[in-house]
């Protein structure tokens, strides 16, 4: 049986909850006035609750399925009424015992509901991450390479159709690696590509296939070649998407060692 203090208690919650009325909420308003701090105390702590509750609902929605389904599974505990004791005060008891079953079940679908959607923000940050860091890397080696005493640059010009086009090719020999930085070039049709050549007297050697922006611009960075010539010259024609071992389109660009 319940004891004097623990009905005070109850009677607490439901003042918490604005539900108190009549002489119930007079005799609890002349029990808090007595000075009882676990009464008062108690009330904080439920409005307190109360309060949290209401944002954690209201910072994320469950999907409708999710909560019906929630619903459904406590919703038989709670509705079997129980013959009530004499006064409204029992009825009470109960409208409060279905009240914090449904609270407690709400506050736990809205938890679950929030980690899943944390978890799926931390997924995105931990993608952005990996993007960033490989995006750092990238450069990393990029100033690396720039900054090798061995790398020439290479002013190209435009050229036939493109006479405003122009780039410019950092080249190193010894590692026969490069970049190519291009602005101006058209956008290419999709069965359509630019194909940079290195030129050693009058033989071109194919050193790669690229395309542009919407903004005409290219950074491009030339596979290792294998072949060992000595390149004077450097150039880029519009070929098939695939490329070709001989240049069969129109030059774009050219520039000289």
């Not at 929605?61 to 619903?71: D, E, L, S």
Request: proline share 6%; aromatic share 8%; hydrophobic share 45%.
């Amino acid at each position: 049986m319940a004891t004097e203090h623990e009905n005070w208690l109850a009677q607490g919650e439901i003042y918490a909850l604005g539900a108190l009325d009549g002489e119930e909420l007079r005799e609890f308003q002349a029990h808090l006035a007595s000075g009882c701090a676990i009464c008062d105390a108690h009330i904080r702590q439920t409005r307190d609750s109360l309060t949290l509750l209401h944002q954690s609902l209201s910072v994320m929605t469950p999907p409708v399925a999710v909560k019906t389904r929630v619903f459904d599974q406590i919703t038989p505990k709670i509705q079997t009424p129980v013959q009530a004791q004499s006064g409204g005060w029992s009825a009470w008891r109960w409208w409060l015992v279905g009240a914090g079953a449904l609270a407690a079940a709400a506050v736990v679908l809205a938890l679950a509901w929030s980690l899943t959607g944390t978890r799926d923000q931390l997924a995105k940050l931990q993608a952005q991450i990996a993007a960033l860091q490989n995006e750092s890397a990238q450069k990393d080696q990029l100033i690396q390479f720039l900054s090798t005493p061995e790398v020439r640059s290479v002013e190209l010009a435009g050229l036939g159709p493109t006479p405003e086009a122009k780039g410019k090719l950092f080249w190193n020999p010894t590692t026969r690696r490069g970049l190519l930085i291009t602005f101006g070039l058209p956008k290419t049709a999709t069965d359509k590509a630019y194909e940079l050549w290195g030129i050693a007297g009058n033989e071109p050697v194919p050193a790669g296939v690229f395309i542009v922006d919407e903004r005409g611009q290219a950074r491009f960075q030339l596979p290792q070649l294998a072949d060992g010539r000595n390149f004077d010259k450097f150039a880029v024609t519009l070929e098939p998407a695939g490329g070709v071992a001989k240049p069969s389109g129109p030059m774009v660009l050219l520039g000289s060692l």
